[in-house]
C-alpha cells in the first residue's frame, strides 16, 4: 500500500508530464473508440497513470475535452513567445504568429477536430473556460494588428473582428482539410492566407 501511495504522490508531482499523458491517451481513445464509448478508467489505463491520479486532474470526460484544448493553445502560446522574441516588425510579427498556428493547429489536427466535434459534451464551466482560451489566442493577434496600425503599416480596421477572421481562417484548414489536402499543401495554405490576411490589412508582404 504505501509503495502505490508513492507512486500516485510521484505521479501527482510530475504534474504536466501527466496531464499530457491523460490528454494523450484520451485523444488517441476519443478518436478510435468514440466520446461516449470511453470511460476514465480506460483513459487512466491508456495512459498508465493511477486512477486516483487522473480523477485528481479530471472528475468527468467533459474536462478532459477541456484539457485537450487547454494543450493545442498553450502550445501555441508557449511556441509564439519563443519565436517572436526580439522581433519589432508587426508585419514580421503577424506572418510568424499565423505561421505558427496553423502549425500547431495541423500537428494537433485530431485533437482539435475531436473539440469541435463533441464541444456540445463541455459542461458550463468548462466552455466559459474555453471560450476565454479563444479570446486569449485572438487578443495575441489584435495586440500585434493594433501595433501595425499604430506604426502605420497597416491600415484602420476592426481590430477584433481581424483576429478573429485569423483565427477562422486558421481552423478552416483543419475543419475543411478533407477538401483542401486534395490540391494543396499546409505550407502553399499558408502562402494564400498570408496573402489574403496581409492585404486585407493593406501590408506590403
Do not use: C
Not at 508585419?91 to 500547431?104: D, G, N, Q, S, W
Request: glycine share 4%.
Amino acid at each position: 500500500m504505501p509503495r502505490n501511495r508513492l507512486t500516485v504522490l510521484d505521479q501527482i508531482a510530475a504534474s504536466d508530464k501527466v496531464r499530457k499523458k491523460i490528454i494523450d491517451a484520451a485523444s488517441a481513445l476519443y478518436a478510435r473508440k468514440g466520446f461516449g464509448a470511453t470511460s476514465i478508467q480506460e483513459i487512466s489505463e491508456t495512459a498508465n497513470v493511477a486512477l486516483p491520479v487522473t480523477y485528481h486532474y479530471v472528475k468527468k470526460k467533459s474536462e478532459i475535452m477541456r484539457l485537450i484544448m487547454e494543450d493545442v493553445l498553450n502550445i501555441f502560446q508557449e511556441s509564439l513567445i519563443k519565436e517572436v522574441k526580439g522581433i519589432v516588425d508587426p508585419v514580421e510579427k503577424l506572418a510568424i504568429a499565423i505561421i505558427l498556428y496553423l502549425r500547431v493547429l495541423d500537428r494537433q489536427r485530431e485533437k482539435v477536430l475531436l473539440f469541435y466535434q463533441k464541444s456540445g459534451s463541455l459542461d458550463r464551466s468548462s466552455k466559459r473556460r474555453i471560450m476565454a482560451l479563444e479570446v486569449q489566442v485572438s487578443e495575441i493577434f489584435s495586440n500585434i494588428i493594433n501595433e501595425g496600425v499604430a506604426q502605420g503599416v497597416f491600415k484602420t480596421v476592426d481590430v477584433d473582428l481581424m483576429a478573429y477572421n485569423i483565427l477562422m481562417l486558421s481552423q478552416m484548414w483543419i475543419l475543411k482539410h478533407w477538401h483542401f489536402k486534395n490540391r494543396l499543401t499546409l505550407d502553399k495554405y499558408i502562402d494564400h492566407q498570408l496573402v489574403i490576411i496581409m492585404d486585407a490589412l493593406g501590408a506590403n508582404y
